[in-house]
């Protein structure tokens, strides 16, 4: 078997495990490791900060279904990847982290950029390991993807010291191949005891999370789902599942991201098949209003979700796919179909008596008026991220989404800055398509720096912000305390000039304080991505007071803006 540096090796797995691009940014500890990336196929962008880095693997996974990988050298660039990997294992996203080291013999003398990142990163991964013999490399890399993809998908590191990528290994990736994944398959008795629940209901839902998504099974749910004519909800992370003009989109229920006539139904409920989904607390709000007198069945990959938040009625370990499947042939071998018509027809009835208002034409902008502007302007093949805030809060209330994996929001974590790293992560996996990032004035500028590898790399797509000059969601909070204490960022004319950031760093931006200008400037920051091929920015001002719909239970949402 010939010799050949391990880091060849190395590069090698990653390209046969289907990656195709590293984010990253070089270093004296990961050097070895970069000489043989630049002989490689493989794409490299050189990021601004390695929290950047982390995020744009995490939205590349998040388009791909695949492992996202980010890459740092030592001390502070692993300490700044770990917002990056908590984000990924709070939403169950496939994201391998490389960070250089000091010299193996030098560890225990407190050398220079030297820190012992994989106990660090131990709480916010699947696995972190540190590889101490070149032999093992490659075989570190394979099981690092295969746990990354394996159960419940999420994030995992490597640490190599510097001496350890300087080695020879002998290693031959002809013969080498990607380790099998492991299929969590239903007990067939579980399966059939959850359809016997379920055709015992007289107004049961289907709740799916992200693990639907995740698991590729959106296909299969729509097929259950038309099969019997029962309603389909979703959470946060489920959203682009089933289309929302589908007449079983039940909506989504939640005491933040939620609509007023999804919450009237999941209330109106007596049973729920949960799928892939955690019972998050901006979900759930008060247990004891979610959980009422109706069933639950809660199927997950990942055993140790089941009874997390609180015990079901039947708990189900299994991939959503399988277990889909599964329940779609014992209905059809039962011959169940469109049971549930009346029950059914109540959507399109709630739907028409608790609509909230998006069609507000005053000055200041309302915001529900820009998410109008938004589901009519672009196409169900649009991609979206969004973060952290009372815009994400107003997005899951009323932007629509019609595909799995083409609405990407970061929903458990929340870090602030995500939406653009995360949007050249799409991009740079999906090179033809449409790419929409909508920010909050704040967030934008946490990560602003990677505009950069936008504008350097050629990776064109539209941010929408909605500027309210406020920390909202935190002023909005603030008033249960009776303050509006350090939120207020206004100074000057519009505070910080948004359209000239986005100037310096070669890039466009226009800024909207009208309603009726709200769709063509959309029209222009398209044709102007395109003929930049960088990022475009549209800055809409919107109402610095305004609020989003939210409180503490399914029950008690309270709307701070006049509803039909």
């Known amino acids: 078997m010939p010799k050949i540096p391990v880091m060849q090796a190395v590069v090698e797995v990653?390209?046969?495990?289907?990656?195709?691009?590293?984010?990253?940014?070089?270093?004296?500890?990961?050097?070895?490791?970069?000489?043989?990336?630049?002989?490689?196929?493989?794409?490299?962008?050189?990021?601004?900060?390695e929290e950047g880095a982390t995020h744009m693997a995490d939205g590349w996974a998040r388009t791909t279904g695949n492992v996202g990988v980010a890459v740092g050298t030592s001390g502070p660039a692993g300490t700044n990847m770990?917002?990056?990997?908590?984000?990924?294992?709070?939403?169950?996203?496939?994201?391998?982290?490389?960070?250089?080291?000091?010299?193996?013999?030098?560890?225990?003398?407190?050398?220079?950029?030297?820190?012992?990142?994989?106990?660090?990163?131990?709480?916010?991964?699947?696995w972190a390991v540190q590889v101490k013999e070149a032999a093992q490399a490659p075989w570190i890399f394979r099981e690092a993807f295969r746990i990354a993809r394996s159960g419940r998908p999420g994030p995992v590191l490597i640490d190599l010291p510097l001496d350890v990528q300087k080695q020879e290994i002998e290693w031959d990736g002809a013969i080498d191949t990607p380790l099998p994944i492991e299929s969590v398959a239903p007990h067939q008795p579980r399966v059939e005891r959850a359809l016997d629940m379920l055709l015992a209901a007289e107004r049961p839902l289907l709740l799916a999370g992200g693990g639907v998504i995740s698991g590729e099974a959106s296909g299969v749910l729509r097929e259950l789902a038309e099969l019997l004519g029962v309603p389909v909800q979703i959470t946060l992370m489920g959203k682009g599942c089933l289309p929302e003009d589908h007449e079983l989109f039940a909506g989504m229920a939640g005491i933040q991201t939620s609509q007023r006539w999804a919450n009237a139904l999941f209330l109106e409920s007596d049973f729920v098949l949960a799928l892939g989904a955690r019972f998050g607390d901006r979900h759930t709000g008060d247990l004891a209003v979610y959980r009422g007198e109706r069933k639950f069945v809660h199927v997950d990959i990942d055993p140790l979700q089941i009874g997390r938040v609180f015990g079901p009625d039947l708990g189900i370990v299994s991939d959503t796919k399988l277990f889909l499947e599964a329940l779609l042939d014992a209905a059809r071998r039962r011959r169940a179909g469109r049971t549930w018509q009346h029950w059914a027809a109540r959507i399109a009835q709630l739907r028409r008596e608790l609509p909230r208002r998006d069609d507000f034409d005053t000055v200041p902008i309302k915001a529900p008026r820009v998410f109008r502007e938004i589901n009519e302007f672009y196409g169900p093949d649009t991609y979206f991220v969004t973060a952290i805030g009372l815009y994400q809060i107003w997005s899951g209330q009323f932007q629509r989404a019609h595909l799995p994996r083409h609405y990407q929001v970061c929903g458990q974590a929340g870090p602030l800055g995500w939406e653009i790293p995360a949007a050249i992560g799409v991009r740079t996996a999906k090179p033809d398509a449409e790419v929409v990032a909508v920010v909050g004035d704040y967030s934008f500028q946490f990560l602003v720096e990677e505009l950069a590898v936008a504008a350097q790399y050629d990776i064109p797509f539209v941010l929408i912000m909605l500027n309210n000059e406020y920390l909202g969601l935190i002023r909005q909070a603030e008033t249960g305390y009776n303050m509006n204490y350090q939120v207020d960022i206004h100074y000057d004319e519009f505070g910080a000039d948004n359209v000239k950031i986005m100037q310096a760093y070669?890039?466009?931006?226009?800024?909207?304080?009208?309603?009726?200008?709200?769709?063509?400037?959309?029209?222009?920051?398209?044709?102007?991505?395109?003929?930049?091929?960088?990022?475009?920015?549209?800055?809409?001002?919107?109402?610095?007071?305004a609020n989003a719909s939210m409180g503490s239970a399914l029950n008690t949402v309270v709307e701070f803006e006049p509803v039909s």
Do not use: N
Request: glycine share 6%.
């Open 506 to 545: 070669g890039c466009t931006g226009r800024r909207v304080s009208e309603p009726s200008e709200i769709t063509d400037a959309l029209a222009w920051a398209r044709k102007e991505a395109d003929r930049t091929s960088r990022p475009v920015l549209v800055e809409i001002m919107i109402d610095r007071a």
């Open 82 to 126: 770990i917002t990056g990997l908590y984000t990924a294992q709070a939403d169950s996203v496939p994201i391998l982290c490389i960070t250089g080291q000091a010299v193996s013999t030098k560890l225990h003398q407190e050398a220079f950029q030297a820190v012992d990142i994989v106990e660090i990163a131990k709480p916010v991964t699947k």
């Open 14 to 49: 990653l390209a046969s495990e289907g990656v195709d691009i590293v984010y990253g940014c070089p270093g004296a500890a990961i050097l070895p490791f970069y000489a043989a990336l630049e002989e490689s196929s493989l794409q490299h962008l050189i990021v601004r900060h």
